[in-house]
């Protein structure tokens, strides 16, 4: 009676909570504050995002997830826990504590790239079962994503969704409700920040934290060069000296240090379209290539994928929601996606 169902896209970057049948309920950093002490859970999300790199000894800021995948099993329940505390809510009515395991317990489902193996599967369920759910449930991300993108995934015919988040890229052909093909890249978001980082010590003697490489990616990157170019003040350390420095970087800098990233991604799109069977690539070619995921909204991304594989692409409304929102209709229609989903109770 009680019982909700909850979507979680678990991602490097950031962690979406989906409530079957009332939408969005969070969209927070994946990054957990510990105490170092006695490894207690100090803050999750945006709260703790504000610590990454400004911690003293006895705190601790970290992203329990690692290209996609759970990096810190402990902290990564902790995590969930929190999350689904907050999608449960008060209840309205006092419940004993013996009927609340029985009646409240949520059915909750995870999303996992494709790519990722057994034993990193399991673990996802087992997190999910310890942080509170009575049935866990997971399901591939580029399905998810065609689904959340409004793609007729059930339709006897090919379609392609490119899923790039924070830690991995994942291309995928999907026709008749299943994957037939795909293929996962652990380089997304994340590497491209690191890219920019490596730039700036390599070409300006200047390091910078995680934050302000993805804020220069953010403000001022662009997968192809810009027209007009952009300009940024960046902070951050000499690496000569020791000392806090000022440069001033151009948009066709970062295009230059992220160039070579981008292209291993749409290796991974390339290295699909080959193993396409020919009648889905028809389809492909006439319906073009879906971009979802929060890396897939950098400037231009879709023109540089257009040129270098000939297919045309385009990025999905709400890029970032498509994974949380296609896991949400899944769960809502579990019975009908029986065949593309892993459970465990």
């Given at each position: 009676?009680?019982?909700?169902?909850?979507?979680?896209?678990?991602?490097?970057?950031?962690?979406?909570v989906w409530i079957a049948?009332?939408?969005?309920?969070?969209?927070?950093?994946?990054?957990?504050?510990?105490?170092?002490?006695?490894?207690?859970?100090?803050?999750?999300?945006?709260?703790?995002?504000?610590?990454?790199?400004?911690?003293?000894?006895?705190?601790?800021?970290?992203?329990?997830?690692?290209?996609?995948?759970?990096?810190?099993?402990?902290v990564t329940e902790a995590?969930?826990?929190?999350?689904?505390?907050?999608?449960?809510?008060?209840?309205?009515?006092?419940?004993?504590?013996?009927?609340?395991?029985?009646?409240?317990?949520?059915?909750?489902?995870?999303?996992?790239?494709?790519?990722?193996?057994?034993?990193?599967?399991?673990?996802?369920?087992?997190?999910?079962?310890?942080?509170?759910?009575?049935?866990?449930?997971?399901?591939?991300?580029?399905?998810?994503?065609?689904?959340?993108?409004?793609?007729?995934?059930?339709?006897?015919?090919?379609?392609?969704?490119?899923?790039?988040?924070?830690?991995?890229?994942?291309?995928?052909?999907?026709?008749?409700?299943?994957?037939?093909?795909?293929?996962?890249?652990?380089?997304?978001?994340?590497?491209?920040?690191?890219?920019?980082?490596?730039?700036?010590?390599?070409?300006?003697?200047?390091?910078?934290?995680?934050?302000?490489?993805?804020?220069?990616?953010?403000?001022?990157?662009?997968?192809?060069?810009?027209?007009?170019?952009?300009?940024?003040?960046?902070?951050?350390?000499?690496?000569?000296?020791?000392?806090?420095?000022?440069?001033?970087?151009?948009?066709?800098?970062?295009?230059?240090?992220?160039?070579?990233?981008?292209?291993?991604?749409?290796?991974?799109?390339?290295?699909?379209?080959?193993?396409?069977?020919?009648?889905?690539?028809?389809?492909?070619?006439?319906?073009?290539?879906?971009?979802?995921?929060?890396?897939?909204?950098?400037?231009?991304?879709?023109?540089?994928?257009?040129?270098?594989?000939?297919?045309?692409?385009?990025?999905?409304?709400?890029?970032?929601?498509?994974?949380?929102?296609?896991?949400?209709?899944?769960?809502?229609?579990?019975?009908?996606?029986?065949?593309?989903?892993?459970?465990?109770?």
């Amino acid at each position: 009676m009680f019982r909700k169902k909850i979507a979680i896209d678990l991602g490097t970057a950031n962690t979406l909570v989906w409530i079957a049948g009332e939408g969005l309920l969070a969209n927070e950093p994946t990054v957990v504050a510990i105490s170092a002490e006695d490894n207690k859970v100090v803050a999750v999300g945006e709260d703790a995002k504000k610590m990454l790199g400004r911690t003293p000894e006895a705190l601790i800021a970290m992203r329990p997830m690692r290209e996609g995948v759970i990096a810190d099993y402990q902290v990564t329940e902790a995590m969930l826990k929190y999350f689904i505390n907050k999608a449960l809510g008060e209840l309205p009515i006092r419940i004993p504590r013996a009927l609340q395991n029985v009646l409240v317990k949520p059915d909750v489902m995870v999303c996992v790239p494709a790519g990722c193996t057994q034993v990193e599967r399991r673990a996802a369920l087992d997190a999910t079962l310890a942080a509170g759910a009575a049935h866990a449930y997971l399901i591939d991300e580029p399905l998810a994503a065609a689904i959340g993108a409004g793609i007729p995934v059930s339709a006897p015919s090919g379609h392609m969704i490119v899923d790039i988040g924070g830690g991995a890229a994942e291309a995928a052909v999907i026709s008749l409700g299943g994957v037939v093909v795909s293929k996962s890249v652990r380089v997304a978001g994340t590497k491209i920040d690191e890219a920019i980082q490596a730039y700036l010590k390599k070409k300006h003697n200047l390091i910078v934290g995680d934050q302000t490489a993805e804020e220069i990616k953010i403000k001022i990157g662009s997968a192809t060069k810009l027209e007009k170019e952009e300009k940024l003040e960046v902070s951050g350390r000499d690496l000569v000296f020791g000392l806090p420095r000022s440069i001033t970087i151009t948009s066709s800098e970062v295009t230059e240090a992220i160039r070579s990233t981008l292209l291993q991604i749409i290796g991974s799109v390339k290295g699909v379209l080959e193993d396409t069977p020919p009648e889905l690539a028809a389809d492909i070619i006439d319906k073009g290539i879906i971009m979802s995921g929060g890396t897939s909204l950098l400037r231009n991304f879709d023109k540089l994928m257009t040129e270098e594989t000939g297919v045309p692409a385009h990025v999905a409304e709400e890029a970032l929601l498509c994974v949380v929102r296609g896991t949400g209709l899944v769960l809502e229609n579990i019975e009908l996606w029986k065949r593309s989903i892993t459970t465990k109770k």
